[in-house]
Each structure stands twice: as C-alpha cells, then as structure tokens.
C-alpha cells in the first residue's frame, strides 16, 4: 500500500550534488557554502526579484527595556515595482510584499542562520520547487532562488519558515511576513489602500525579564502547542492605534504558533468580513464574532466614520471553549499574566484584549462598503473524483500527533495520497476515534488543517459531534463559503472541502497549522501527477 516515491533526503542531495528524481521531478542542485541551490532559470523573465535574507539581530518589541534576539526576513527589492516590499517600521516580521495577479516573480533566499531554513509561501499557488517543502532546506551561507507567476486571486497570504523539526521555533523567533496579492476585479471596488489597508499580524509570545523570547513552558505545551502570554501585534508589544474617522481595510493573520482566537470587538459592533484567507467574499458577512485559528487570515472592513476623535474600539479575545484536550483542562493556557495570576494556569477560554484604535483624526471622507465584492463560483461535489473522498483522519497520542495515523515522512506517499494532475477532489477532515496510543481519545483538541497549493472551498461543516456548550460558543465564528487554505476543526466537527489540483505536478504538503504539532510529525503530503 505504501510505497516509496523518492530519496529525497536533504543529506543525500548535499552530498551528491543532485537530487535524484523518481517521479521526473526536478533536480535540484547543490554544494557546499556559498552555493545555489535551485539557480536562476534563464528562461524565466522576472517582473519582480527580492532578495530576501534571514538573519538574527536585535529589535525593539516591548515598550521598554532591552532589545530582543530574533530572527528576521530582511527583503531587498532588486527589481519590480518600488512599492512591492514594505517594511512595517521596527517589526522583526518580514516585509509584506505587494504583489499584483500576472507577475512574474524571483525571490532570492539567502540564509544567513546558524541552522537550515526554508521559506514557504503559505497561500500562493506555485511549483512544488518554489513551495519551500522542507526537503528544500538550506544551510548557512547558502541560496535558494524561487520562481514563480502570481496565479492567485486577490487576498492576503503570508510567508514564513517551513524547516521540518524547526518551524515552530523559527517561527516564533520571528521568520513571517505578510503577502498582498491584488487584481482587477479587487481594484475596481475601491477599497481602502495606502495607510487605510493596514496589516494586523497577530502573534502571542512570552518574555524573560531580561526581554528575551522564551518558549514551552513544559510537556503539556509541546501537546497542546505554544502559548505565550502576551499579545504582539505586527511585531510589536505595543498594540494601540491611532486611525482616521473613516473606512480602513484589516488584513488580520494569526501567525500564532498555536493559539486560536474568538476576534470580537468590545462594545459588541459586529464584525465585518470582506475575505478569507487568500480571497475576498462574494459579499461582506457580518458577525457578532469570528473564530481565527493559526495560519488563517481574515479580511475585515472596519469603519470609524461615526466615532468621536477620542473614541476607542477595542479588539478582543472573547472565551470559549471545546478546543483544548479534556485531560489538559486549565494546564495549558498561559494567559494567566495579563490576569494577573501565575502563569500558564488558566485555559484558553479568556477574555484579553488584543488591540486598541484611537481615533485621533476628523477626515471627511471615506469609502462605503460595496454591496457586492468579487464573483465567485461555488463548486458541488459533483464536480469531484466520483470514486473517492480523501480522508485527513486527526488523532493525538502520547508526545505524537499524526494525520490518518502516521508521521511525516519526506519521502513517502500513500496510495491515497497520490492525486492526478487537474483533478477536483473531494477530501474529509475528521477526528479518529480514540486518537492513537494510550490516552488519545483524552488528548482530542482542535487542529487547523492547512493544503498547500490552491485555495479550497467548503462543503459542509458537520457540528453534531460537538458538546452543546463548546457548540454554542463557536457557532457564529466560522465563514465557510469564502476561498480556504486553512481550516479549524475542533473536536466533534467533521469537514468536507473540495480542492483543485492543478498546474503543477510534485509534492505538496498538507500538515496541522499547529506549529507544534506540524514539527511533530502532524504533516503529510499528496503527490500530484
Ligand atoms: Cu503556513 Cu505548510 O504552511
Ligand atoms: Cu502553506
Ligand atoms: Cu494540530
């Protein structure tokens, strides 16, 4: 049943010089330090061309004290539009980049760490040697150069380390930045942009006292994820805002390692979604809440046209439950400082804030929200393989957390895994019984299933396995017809989605978007041919 695809062991390649190809995937090339891996194809005429270099250094996150280590994308744009890479100011996160449907972009990856890197662009559609799938990753000193045309749509994606075994950490440290795709079709609905289109990157950490990032506080941490007791918002401690009494955009990503967020506004003003992850809505959705789970994105519509100069709007964290192993109750949540109490004694179901906005300016105009925003064809079941469902079964057990039972592995692809080249499939996300191992039934909690490759759609969302009361605090939080790379599953939910697989054939990866859980082994991938 299982087979063998591939040697594509990142050693192996090292030292061969050459990354053998079973499948007639491409061959990377590689050496020593100072190599390329994967050079510049001449053929390839870029629109755009970033060097972008991952480096340790000190930045400013909290408000006082010393400076704190991180690891960051520095970008450097070598060609292409001047306003493609933007720096937000101080942030150790990577420069968003601006990028537009059609171009053609380079993205030169240098890794200047004392350890291997990748970097993953989670949301765009690429080739499988431009998806930063770990076998890919490089050592210090070394370069890997991208290639790829932006296929996507209009929408917020982001980027970030993908290096099996050391995502979580990389990522905490700082290795993310956002990604802006815009079209046609978005530029015609006139939308707030400039400083009115603003990033709202959403990140919990924890600090030493002599303000340096610390990580896990323990085993339980390892199972149920990191969970840091203060909130950064675009790499920063300080999360108060200053706006204009008009229409602003929010891109909101959770680029947590593995905290889950009920996004609500304070004064109990609903919530107004103009997209989800890499795509806009066909029509804004209004909510008294939304759920956001790490890795997903969020497009919100926020207007402070009516509020006083003075006035606050407060984004919180509202309780709820459901989502964290029964057996780890009131362990793991860790926000027990901002309550003032020890930390890491209180669950996730709390109420913190995690972002202020002043407003501090009168303008007198501002854009209205459109009634309609993009078209977008919803896709019937039918229009999937007939002869399968793909299944993505969840479990936890003891230090381990897996996807139909297994670990990652680079080099292998289950039968079930294996897709054909421009098909529809149909795929089921749902928790295995009883987990695996002893205690795995205690240890069910809830997992964001992120696809590489194309956006995905929602068939249905099954709650009949839920508890009422974990029901009843999520039920309103999730938008399930808007375009999906990444979705929650809590325990007792079963999803349906159906995903293309087109243009490129190769592996791509499928893994929990539970940093933690991705490093233990909660990935596989499909083999697309
Ligand atoms: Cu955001 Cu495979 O990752
Ligand atoms: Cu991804
Ligand atoms: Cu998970």
Redesign the pocket.
């Given at each position: 049943m299982n087979q063998k695809i591939n040697p594509f062991r990142r050693r192996f390649v090292l030292q061969a010089g050459l990354g053998i190809t079973a499948l007639g995937l491409p061959a990377i090339v590689s050496g020593r330090n100072n190599t390329v891996i994967n050079s510049v194809s001449n053929h390839f005429k870029a629109d755009v061309e970033i060097e972008l270099t991952a480096t340790a250094t000190d930045v400013q996150i909290l408000t006082q004290g010393p400076k704190t280590r991180v690891l960051k994308y520095f970008g450097k744009l070598l060609k292409g539009p001047e306003n493609t890479l933007y720096q937000l100011p101080g942030s150790y996160l990577g420069p968003t980049f601006r990028l537009i449907q059609g171009q053609k972009v380079r993205i030169i990856f240098n890794n200047h760490l004392r350890q291997p890197s990748i970097a993953?662009w989670?949301g765009l559609h690429v080739p499988q040697k431009s998806d930063g799938h770990p076998m890919y990753a490089i050592e210090n000193g070394q370069r890997y150069v991208y290639e790829f045309e932006v296929l996507n749509r209009a929408g917020t994606s982001f980027y970030?380390s993908?290096t099996h075994g050391m995502t979580a950490t990389q990522v905490y440290q700082g290795l993310a930045g956002l990604i802006t795709v815009s079209d046609e079709e978005e530029s015609e609905l006139g939308l707030p942009d400039g400083e009115f289109d603003m990033p709202l990157i959403i990140q919990d950490k924890s600090f030493t006292y002599s303000n340096q990032l610390r990580y896990l506080h323990g085993r339980h941490q390892r199972m149920t994820g990191f969970l840091g007791d203060k909130i950064i918002v675009n790499g920063k401690a300080d999360t108060r805002f200053k706006v204009k009494s008009r229409a602003y955009r929010f891109r909101v990503l959770n680029a947590s390692n593995s905290r889950i967020y009920k996004l609500a506004w304070d004064d109990g003003t609903p919530l107004i979604a103009i997209g989800t992850d890499a795509g806009l809505l066909p029509k804004p959705v209004t909510r008294p809440y939304l759920m956001l789970a790490p890795?997903e994105r969020l497009e919100l519509w926020v207007d402070f046209s009516d509020r006083a100069i003075g006035s606050t709007m407060t984004l919180r964290n509202l309780p709820f439950s459901g989502a964290m192993p029964s057996m780890m109750h009131g362990m793991g949540g860790g926000m027990g400082m901002m309550r003032g109490h020890r930390q890491g004694m209180s669950g996730l179901s709390e109420s913190f804030e995690i972002a202020q906005f002043t407003v501090k300016h009168k303008v007198s105009d501002s854009p209205r929200l459109p009634d309609k925003l993009v078209t977008m064809q919803r896709w019937s079941s039918q229009k999937a393989d007939p002869n399968r469902v793909i299944p993505i079964g969840l479990s936890m057990g003891p230090m381990s957390a897996r996807l139909n039972g297994m670990s990652f592995s680079m080099n292998r692809v289950m039968d079930y895994e294996k897709v054909p080249l421009n098909s529809y499939q149909k795929l089921k996300i749902f928790h295995q019984r009883g987990g695996h191992g002893r205690m795995g039934m205690l240890m069910n909690m809830a997992h964001p299933i992120?696809l590489?490759g194309q956006q995905y759609q929602i068939l249905s969302r099954d709650t009949s396995g839920m508890s009422q009361s974990a029901y009843e605090s999520v039920k309103d939080g999730f938008i399930d017809h808007g375009w999906k790379d990444t979705v929650l599953v809590m325990p007792g939910q079963e999803i349906e989605i159906i995903k293309p697989f087109q243009d490129y054939q190769g592996l791509f990866?499928y893994?929990c978007?539970n940093l933690e859980h991705e490093d233990m082994g909660m990935m596989r991938q499909f083999y697309v041919g």
């Open positions: 993953h989670h970030h993908h890795g992120h590489h990866l893994h978007h």
